[in-house]
């Protein structure tokens, strides 16, 4: 099919990590026509609009890009241990230019709909801006962390002064020298965002509805050693992450919190907070995510690092997290998060125990009446996670289905990836995929990989389609269920479970597989012959 005519072989929603390696590998690798729709006005994805202040990375930079090509990987060098967003925004406008991809994508443009016509075997797709293109395959790319939640407060539309969202933060930057700020939300945005907004705000307040488990980051340059060592060991690096837990260099201990002592608590944790990262989460005791008396054991050793941080015991109090276990909620790595409130000028209001009545004219006004003026409000506010990036676009697969109403009691999916009655529609990391349970790159870079392996093998055999059975969609719906059963994750309101939108249906939304025993599974059914899959050839029926 050519591209010039309204017909491609694929269509691919978004340009952040997954729309970029997705369109190279089936363009420049496969040769396939493609074109890829991009609703901002560059390449980049979650790092295209989170520009608040302080946005980061909580990954380590050196796992935190394509792996796929070695000289990619070796050419960009990192300044930080982390890396900040100009950065990862720079080496994916770096990674479009090297494979020339931009002439294939089109900007400021949203796919709105995607239809699968049953007797062309097509998907017809549709943008904000008229364009119609029909395609064989459609890929959505939109990452699961992309569509911003603003709570719907009574009167939020009053607000005489400025207000921004950390998720759509504005290009220019914001100055807020001098201003009294207000942020609603203290999850992984805002705790990047406070310490610098309090550097410029005369006065700041945050609203705090759940204390988060906050660790450090303990960002930095990376000693030259440890960068050469890590040259040296591209396949290494590589194997490791792709096999590991998390998609990252990190393994859950084989002790348990359960057998230790107080001092061999603090012996296995100190060192891990003090280096900083993910590692006493995700390279800790496994028993924390299963046992919540083991868990309470970290649990404590966290509390006292808030102790010895915060200054006013009531404001310590305030920021120790409470009923829930530590690990299940996603943990936010701080630069001085704390500290900050050890200012005089930044306040801290539990909007839990007194929650956020309506936003009036000059600021926020709880239900017990007090009331708050500022000149600006910052919205961390989070998303609709997974599943709201999908649900925003009418996706009609077989009999006109609709792919929200599909998931309207959550995901349907089989591997995360495919839906029945939604031929040739790949979802990158999508729910029911271990996505957003480990370093995004990795699992982006395996769900492309295994969707060109899947395209490749389709036209090899001259196949039309390829869908998921409802038996097996079912079998791995149950799955992703079993394997969350027994661990502690659904006793948190997170938005792993989507309890972060009112009215959005509690259900565990990864996977817990663990990025390589997920691989495998994919890999095992690609070689029993797609296994759980239905092909058809042209013209036939599903
Ligand atoms: P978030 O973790 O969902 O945090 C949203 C915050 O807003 C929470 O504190 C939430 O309170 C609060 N909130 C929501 N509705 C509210 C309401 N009606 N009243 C009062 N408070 C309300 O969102 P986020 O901070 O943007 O982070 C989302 C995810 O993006 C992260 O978990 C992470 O995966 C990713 N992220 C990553 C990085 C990084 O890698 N460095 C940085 C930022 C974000 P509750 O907790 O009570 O719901």
Request: glycine share 10%; with cysteine; aromatic share 12%.
């Amino acid at each position: 099919m050519a591209d010039d005519t309204g017909t491609v072989d694929a269509v691919v929603i978004g340009a952040g990590f997954s729309g970029l390696y997705m369109l190279h590998k089936l363009r420049n690798q496969m040769g396939l026509t493609v074109r890829v729709f991009e609703a901002g006005g560059g390449v980049g994805g979650t790092w295209y609009w989170n520009r608040y202040p302080g946005a980061r990375s909580d990954s380590d930079s050196y796992v935190y890009g394509f792996t796929f090509d070695e000289e990619l990987w070796r050419e960009w060098e990192w300044s930080e241990r982390y890396p900040e967003q100009h950065e990862i925004r720079a080496y994916l406008e770096h990674v479009a230019d090297r494979f020339d991809l931009t002439r294939s994508i089109t900007f400021d443009t949203r796919v709105t709909g995607a239809t699968f016509d049953e007797a062309a075997n097509t998907w017809t797709v549709t943008t904000d801006t008229g364009e119609t293109v029909v395609t064989r395959y459609v890929i959505t790319a939109v990452g699961a962390l992309s569509s911003s939640n603003t709570p719907p407060f009574p009167g939020i539309d009053s607000f005489a002064g400025e207000t921004f969202h950390t998720g759509l933060w504005p290009h220019e930057g914001v100055d807020f020298t001098g201003k009294r700020v207000g942020i609603i939300g203290t999850g992984a945005s805002a705790v990047q965002a406070i310490p610098l907004i309090a550097k410029e705000a005369s006065d700041l307040t945050v609203f705090q509805r759940t204390a988060n488990y906050i660790i450090p980051a303990n960002n930095g340059p990376v000693p030259d050693e440890v960068k050469k060592a890590r040259l040296d060991d591209y396949e290494g690096i590589r194997e490791r992450i792709q096999n590991s837990y998390f998609g990252f260099e990190l393994n859950l201990l084989e002790s348990n919190a359960a057998d230790a002592t107080d001092e061999e608590i603090y012996e296995t944790l100190k060192p891990r907070w003090d280096e900083g990262g993910f590692g006493i989460w995700l390279g800790s005791y496994v028993d924390i995510f299963f046992d919540d008396d083991a868990n309470a054991k970290v649990r404590n050793f966290l509390h006292d690092r808030i102790r010895e941080k915060v200054q006013d015991p009531a404001t310590a109090e305030l920021l120790t997290p409470k009923g829930y276990p530590f690990g299940v909620k996603r943990n936010p790595l701080d630069s001085g998060y704390f500290e900050t409130f050890n200012e005089p000028h930044v306040h801290l209001v539990d909007v839990k125990s007194d929650p956020i009545a309506e936003i009036t004219p000059t600021g926020v006004r709880l239900e017990s009446g007090a009331e708050f003026a500022f000149d600006a409000i910052v919205y961390a506010t989070g998303f609709d996670a997974m599943t709201g990036p999908m649900n925003k676009i009418d996706i009609r697969g077989r009999g006109g289905e609709l792919l929200r109403d599909k998931w309207v009691e959550g995901p349907r999916t089989y591997l995360g990836l495919t839906s029945a009655g939604f031929p040739n529609l790949f979802t990158i990391t999508g729910p029911q995929s271990p996505s957003v349970l480990s370093n995004m790159p990795v699992s982006i870079e395996q769900h492309v990989d295994l969707v060109a392996r899947i395209i490749g093998d389709l036209r090899e055999r001259a196949a039309a389609t390829i869908e998921p059975t409802r038996e097996a969609e079912d079998a791995w719906v149950q799955h992703c269920q079993d394997v969350v059963a027994p661990t502690l994750f659904q006793q948190a309101d997170t938005w792993y479970m989507g309890a972060n939108i009112p009215g959005k249906p509690r259900v565990f939304m990864p996977n817990l597989d663990f990025v390589g025993p997920y691989r495998a599974k994919c890999d095992e059914v690609v070689a029993n012959d797609y296994e759980g899959f239905t092909i058809t050839r042209e013209g036939a029926s599903a």
